[in-house]
């Protein structure tokens, strides 16, 4: 397993160049997560209306897995419903699990997926297993900041 | 040249292959790794006389007392301390919660003030915090200089009749750096203050003599000095340790055990509360014999060269920042550094691929951390078995991570 | 009948001779022998893949971390809990003190009653009686029957609405009494008290289900149960961890920790400051897999029998007192006596000159010795590899004693 | 070795009919000693007259070790002088020496001293390393009573 198959072009590239990097004033809803472990940090607000992502604001600081991770992310839920975000962060989170990653979701290496895009880029992942709470810090935040949208 | 590659073949560990590559170990002040000598000793000790130790009426119960009581005797000589002045505790942070604990909840009240520095590992900074929060007592924390030293010019200003502890590290795990202990001392001693030296590095990278540091309590781990898991020491200035309280109640910390109270029994025992780690100890006694055999003025030698070594070749690659004092007289053998724009936590998944183990991350220190003005750092940290191999190695590493995230 | 004797071949320090003859270890209580299926699996860690858990962004301290959250998951199935709930600790003492200190200085306050029992540990007496005096509230013991049994009427008269916390051991160290735990925690529970086991001899004698228990806490040693020393564990509810304080500060036990104070981990790592007793906790998981093996089932069944016959073949000495309860199903291995006027050293001394080790003495026990009306007591303890053969060998060498002291 | 040589006839007989049991009142010197690791105890008063032990009173309790000691330097005591008293412990606590008795004090076995006489009994002790603490209990508190009496 080489490295390079980890560190993709379009990570390094999410990892340079952020998107929608910043807060919004007055979100609709609100995360912050974190990672004690690695110290990673991200703050996430999102705009929403009738329902659907308008605007997302991401602000943080960590390695180039959870911070390509939050930024594709930022631009995947762009426009999205909120349930077809729960199905998003589903998926992602399916392929980020070790065990049932492969067989699942279209993500065959052979068989891409339609529904992530870029973010497959992070599959890589899996074959470094400490590295994965990484890539699913900002979907951890997304999540909490759904359940604070319903609050 | 001091070699002490020889000793390598000592350490079975270091024959492991990562990733399919040998293994280059840079990660010794989180942990580090166990001579055979220390290992046969606490197997040994297990297969053939392991007992429950004093109280014991019986062969293996005096013989384990007997391994027990020699191996205080081991780290004490190792600090050039007396035996009944070496407390058996869990390690570096037990020993420090047992002082502040122990001696603070009894000593401080508000108004007082507890001296830290910028620098200290979590370890010499919670249980303070947690002291200050029962007791009204203020913390202070000394600055660093701008080369990574500490301040010591802020410190004596400082120093006034209000404070009443100062506690701080006789060697950073983050920048190496090895404060004047000593000279510390002294000054705060001047001021009435009692002087805690937390040397969880310190006492694994150069001598140390607490008769010449002019401390009151020096706190120490086995596992970093070559030791297992799950023992440390505090010594304690005699007259300190006497009249001080216990941390932990429990069996054979007692003198006597009445419904309505207890007595205690005498020093160090008083804070040796229930069954103390038996083989751990016989272990750490093993570790200070083997490296009393080498000799620490050899190991700080070794040291000192590795570093100045290691801090020339770093020297060649533009991209990396080295956050600790430039002169190796006044560092050990831990060096934290930044590559680029590249995280910590990557530079060390690279480098793991060409199994080469450094740590990343806030090593335990997070207002020193935040004041170097990262999240994080990659360190990358020697011990006897390290040789020049192992630096050339990390700087190959290093070399690749530029390329895989097209540094130039 | 049960026999367990083949596992006598896994211990191999009960191949040891003493003073020319073979071993017979009866001193279990105080601490078990380990099988070489414990001290390989220790060893082995220390030679291929330690480091130190957590934070390591590289394969040994992955691998390391992963062996030592294991063993927490081994550990918490032991005694059928889930994995967060168990905190790592030295040992019972240390258990045990944190939830005395940690949730007692913030839960206890003056005219508040903690309630004990007459026939604790010293284990489970100093920490409460350190925190009665900090925080005002009372101590007040149960005491046993004539019959050696904890007198559940006189316990049930003493709870009211003042007791905040009833604290009692699962099985006496001394008398080998095992109260009915689950009856006593529906009571103390039913008052609104918080219930602590000190499960230190239970855990190792008998199987604990604390889901079946009804207890807050229950705290034990691993060097008592055929693992290492310096490890024991510490079992919540974890409503309880959640809400309690930590006992120590320092590194891995926070989240973040800024000058001014410090927020802590998720349970269970706000418990386990600093670096914890890693191998130990590697060779517990091992120790309870043994243990597991066997099953706990088949423990307690065969250590009934051999209590049995301890029981009888004691009884044939009629200078010979025990002071425990006669049946099997309210005790445990651990049978403590008295040998007419001889004293329990001098009956140590003369047993270990033909190899038995026993213990003489108060066991950390000396509110419950007091009770019994002599200043010690000789001990002889269980475990899986005790036999029938160590029984006969012991009331041979009671006869011995017997001749040597001219008892008739 | 044999058991016997440490309990020996004479011990034996002092720990069952221990000399001089009891207390004095208002004892020109007085001591409690205790061996916190075995739980034994001693309570020793003295009567002096010009400097000279006139009566001497023990309680305690413990093993034969420690009480047969006690018992024999009670009797070994009364009648002497507080300085041929330091000379006593002096000896008896060589004779307790694992490293030097043998050579010292005429305790030579074949060359029986002069000085110590039903004491030497306790020979046998040095031979149990963890039982000379039980031996030299007694003597410890008696260092302790004439220390009080100094003051
Ligand atoms: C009933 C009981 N509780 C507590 C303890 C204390 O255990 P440890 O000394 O391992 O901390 C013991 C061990 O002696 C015990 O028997
Ligand atoms: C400077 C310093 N102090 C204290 C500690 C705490 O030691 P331990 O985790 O062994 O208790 C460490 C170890 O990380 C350290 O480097």
Redesign the interface.
Same mark, same amino acid.
């Given at each position: 397993m080489s490295?390079?198959e %980890?560190?993709r072009e379009v990570i %390094?590239d999410h990892y340079?160049n952020p998107r929608n990097r910043g807060s919004l004033d007055h979100p609709d809803a609100h995360a912050e997560g974190?990672n #004690? %472990?690695?110290?990673?940090?991200l703050t996430l607000d999102l705009r929403l209306e009738e329902d659907r992502v308008t605007d997302v604001a991401i602000q943080g600081?960590?390695?180039?897995?959870s911070?390509s991770s939050a930024s594709m992310m930022s631009q995947a839920i762009k426009g999205k419903s909120t349930d077809e975000i729960r199905e998003l962060i589903a998926t992602f989170k399916s392929m980020m699990d070790i065990e049932t990653a492969p067989i699942q979701a279209g993500l065959d290496p052979d068989r891409p997926g339609a529904v992530l895009g870029d973010l497959e880029a992070l599959q890589g992942v899996r074959k470094? #297993?400490?590295?994965i709470k990484?890539a699913n810090l900002a979907w951890t935040t997304l999540e909490e900041a759904l359940r604070d949208q319903d609050d | 040249m001091n070699d002490l590659s020889h000793l390598r073949l000592d350490f079975p560990v270091l024959q492991r292959r990562v990733h399919g590559k040998p293994l280059v170990f840079l990660d010794s002040a989180a942990s580090s790794q166990k001579p055979k000598q220390v290992l046969d000793v606490m197997d040994a000790a297990y297969r053939t006389y392991y007992a429950n130790v004093h109280r014991g009426a019986y062969l293996l119960s005096e013989e384990s007392t007997a391994a027990y009581e020699q191996a205080r005797g081991k780290v004490a000589r190792f600090i050039n301390a007396a035996r009944a002045e070496i407390a058996f505790t869990r390690g570096a942070t037990t020993a420090l919660n047992t002082v502040a604990f122990g001696w603070g909840m009894d000593h401080l009240r508000a108004g007082d003030r507890i001296v830290l520095t910028m620098m200290e590992h979590h370890a010499n900074v919670v249980p303070w915090q947690l002291v200050a929060r029962r007791t009204g007592a203020e913390l202070v924390y000394v600055p660093m200089t701008d080369d990574y030293r500490l301040d010591l010019k802020r410190l004596s200003e400082l120093l006034d009749e209000r404070v009443k502890v100062v506690s701080f590290t006789g060697m950073s795990n983050v920048t190496g750096t090895m404060p004047p202990v000593a000279e510390i001392a002294g000054l705060a001693r001047q001021c009435g203050s009692l002087v805690v030296v937390d040397a969880a590095q310190l006492v694994t990278h150069a001598p140390v003599d607490v008769q010449q540091l002019g401390a009151d309590f020096v706190a120490f781990s086995g596992h970093k000095m070559l030791g297992p898991t799950g023992i440390g020491a505090l010594w304690g200035r005699p007259e300190v340790l006497e009249e001080m309280e216990p941390f932990e109640g429990g069996g054979e910390m007692i003198s006597d055990v009445r419904l309505d109270g207890s007595t205690w029994a005498p020093v160090p025992h008083k804070f040796e509360a229930g069954t103390p780690p038996i083989i751990e100890a016989i272990g750490l006694g093993a570790a200070v014999d083997y490296l009393d055999k080498i000799g620490m003025e050899s190991v700080r030698r070794h040291e000192m060269e590795l570093t100045a070594y290691a801090l020339s070749r770093l020297a060649e690659l533009p991209a990396v920042r080295v956050f600790g004092p430039a002169e190796v007289d006044h560092r050990g053998g831990v060096i934290s550094f930044a590559l680029a724009d590249v995280h910590p936590h990557d530079v060390a998944t690279i480098l793991d691929q060409d199994g080469i183990a450094i740590r990343a991350g806030h090593h335990c220190a997070k207002p020193l951390t935040r004041t170097l003005g990262v999240p994080a750092t990659a360190r990358a940290s020697f011990q006897v078995y390290t040789t020049r191999e192992d630096v050339d190695a990390l700087v190959d590493g290093l070399r690749r991570v530029q390329e895989v995230f097209r540094v130039d």
């Open positions: 490295i390079e %980890l560190y %390094l340079r974190t #004690p %472990l690695c110290g990673d940090e600081q960590g390695c180039s897995i911070q470094f #297993p400490v590295r990484c | -």
